[in-house]
């Protein structure tokens, strides 16, 4: 895939999830920065899945199964979302935690995602 | 300052967070099962049975923890565990009988060992907020009368 985009949104969203489940084991409740920050993750992956489209609607290969590709091409864009939804059922310190969890579980995807694209 | 306020529900406070790592394992456990049946089936019948079984267990462990469904999010953390650790041992004295990965295979290697801490994580935390039962109260830390808590117990 584009390597820079990868690499932007690896140091994002591993940062993010630091951040996040830090400030939740610090026993802060959410505010509107924390969403911010995870919002800025969600940003940068909707960017790559147009990307990623955007190329493969021009002809790019993936070296890997299309259809694993776009499952999860799926899953990093819902992850952060049904994750704040169900941590907002109860605010709290954990919904933070949770949010951050959520955060490096898409950092695995987006490595996943770019090995499927490269075949390795 | 403000404690744990002792969350008896197992969708409350750190559950919050226990069901969003089980979500993910039975989104992706239940992909992997549906890509690998859906490609051949017949190819590694029991490894990809497994796989599909192993999905299974974390869609209801998943949604059990969720809703408070304390019975039966035990018994699915408990196949879980035991799930992991016949698989993880099965996979690595007979690989030959596992030719495909499944969640479980090497004790949850390929998912960064997560597959086995996390039962662990979930029967702690069952245990953690089981309900009060017979003795009165909730507070946090009943003095036990007997010195010690090491009393063999559950």
């Not at chain 1, 190329?55 to 890997?64: H, K, P, S, T, V």
């Not at chain 1, 950092?107 to 694209?117: G, K, M, P």
């Not at chain 2, 994580?121 to 245990?127: A, D, E, F, P, T």
């Given at each position: 895939m584009v390597d820079g985009l990868v690499v932007a949104l690896l140091v994002v969203s591993v940062l993010a999830g630091v951040v996040l489940i830090v400030e939740g084991l610090r026993g802060r409740e959410p505010l509107w920065w924390h969403l911010g920050v995870a919002g800025a993750v969600e940003v940068v992956l909707i960017v790559q899945a147009v990307v990623a489209v955007v190329?493969?609607?021009?002809?790019?290969?993936?070296?890997?199964s299309t259809g694993?590709?776009?499952?999860?091409?799926?899953?990093?864009?819902?992850?952060?979302?049904?994750?704040?939804?169900?941590?907002?059922?109860?605010?709290?310190?954990?919904?933070?935690?949770?949010?951050g969890v959520a955060c490096l579980v898409v950092?695995?995807?987006?490595?996943?995602?770019?090995?499927?694209?490269a075949g390795t | 300052m403000s404690t744990p306020s002792s969350p008896r529900r197992t969708?409350?406070?750190?559950?919050?967070?226990?069901?969003?790592?089980?979500?993910?394992?039975?989104?992706?456990?239940?992909?992997?099962?549906?890509?690998?049946?859906?490609?051949?089936?017949?190819?590694?019948?029991?490894?990809?049975?497994?796989?599909?079984?192993?999905?299974?267990?974390?869609?209801?462990?998943?949604?059990?923890?969720?809703?408070?469904?304390?019975?039966t999010a035990t018994a699915?953390?408990?196949?879980?565990?035991?799930?992991?650790?016949?698989?993880?041992?099965?996979?690595?004295?007979?690989?030959?009988?596992?030719?495909?990965?499944?969640?479980?295979?090497?004790?949850?290697?390929?998912?960064?060992?997560v597959p086995l801490v996390l039962p662990v994580?979930?029967?702690?935390?069952?245990?953690h907020t089981r309900p009060s039962g017979a003795t009165e109260g909730v507070s946090a830390q009943s003095p036990a009368p007997s010195s010690g808590d090491d009393r063999g117990g559950t």
């Open positions: 190329l493969l609607i021009q002809g790019d290969q993936i070296a890997g694993v590709f776009l499952a999860y091409l799926v899953g990093t864009l819902i992850a952060l979302p049904l994750t704040l939804l169900w941590g907002l059922g109860e605010p709290s310190k954990w919904t933070l935690v949770a949010l950092a695995v995807l987006v490595l996943r995602l770019d090995q499927i694209w | 969708s409350r406070g750190f559950g919050r967070v226990l069901v969003v790592v089980y979500g993910v394992f039975a989104v992706s456990a239940s992909a992997r099962a549906i890509v690998q049946i859906s490609r051949d089936f017949t190819e590694a019948p029991v490894a990809y049975g497994m796989s599909a079984f192993a999905a299974a267990v974390y869609v209801v462990a998943t949604v059990a923890l969720a809703r408070d469904a304390r019975r699915a953390v408990l196949i879980e565990l035991v799930g992991v650790l016949v698989v993880g041992a099965l996979s690595v004295a007979a690989p030959e009988s596992f030719p495909r990965d499944t969640v479980w295979s090497g004790f949850g290697r390929g998912y960064g060992f994580v979930g029967l702690w935390w069952l245990w």
